[in-house]
């Protein structure tokens, strides 16, 4: 959903005074290293300033967003994602984990910037105990394709889809 009617570029963030300093060339660089996709684009990044916290929707309507990370990173790997906790570790660097943003209380708004690390790419259930009812599934998938595949391949459901 865009954000107010303006280019979500435009957004003004209601958190920014609590942003840390962007990370600087070198640090994207090194983010770049990982092979995770790396995005910089003001548009984008302001658009992974919030999900579903009903308070965002409406300051998006006024052309606001909560807060705005200073990097998205999209890695497709347990790698990448270590080596991207690492690079931050080193450089101070907060990170927001995010996957569909899908939360509805602010959780997965960056209130401090950053990077935003996003885990779409990261998606699938990796296994499923039937007996002791225990799922192994990567954060980046999404509830109603984790429920229709419980469901259809194994006669179970989370019962949390939706919320």
């Known amino acids: 959903m865009p954000i107010g009617a303006e280019p979500a570029?435009?957004?003004?963030?209601?958190?920014?005074?609590?942003?840390?300093?962007?990370?600087?060339d070198a640090v994207v660089a090194r983010l770049e290293a990982t092979g995770a996709a790396v995005v910089t684009d003001e548009g984008e990044r302001t658009e992974a300033g919030r999900d579903w916290w009903p308070l965002a929707m409406v300051?998006?309507?006024?052309?606001?967003?909560?807060?705005?990370?200073?990097?998205?990173?999209?890695?497709?790997?347990?790698?990448q994602v270590a080596a991207v906790l690492h690079i931050a570790d080193e450089t101070r660097t907060p990170v927001t984990p995010m996957?569909?943003?899908?939360?509805?209380?602010?959780?997965?708004?960056?209130?401090f910037g950053g990077i935003?690390?996003?885990l779409t790419d990261l998606a699938g259930i990796v296994a499923v105990d039937d007996?002791?009812?225990?799922?192994d599934v990567r954060p980046g998938t999404w509830g109603d394709e984790l429920e229709d595949a419980l469901r259809n391949q194994h006669?179970?459901?989370l019962g949390h889809w939706p919320q």
């Open 9 to 24: 570029s435009a957004a003004t963030a209601r958190f920014g005074a609590m942003a840390t300093a962007e990370p600087g």
């Open 59 to 79: 300051w998006a309507r006024d052309g606001e967003v909560p807060a705005r990370p200073s990097v998205i990173v999209r890695p497709t790997t347990t790698e």
């Open 99 to 111: 996957a569909g943003r899908s939360g509805v209380c602010g959780n997965a708004v960056p209130v």
């Open 116 to 118: 935003a690390l996003d």
């Open 131 to 135: 007996e002791s009812l225990l799922l």
């Open 155 to 157: 006669g179970v459901t």
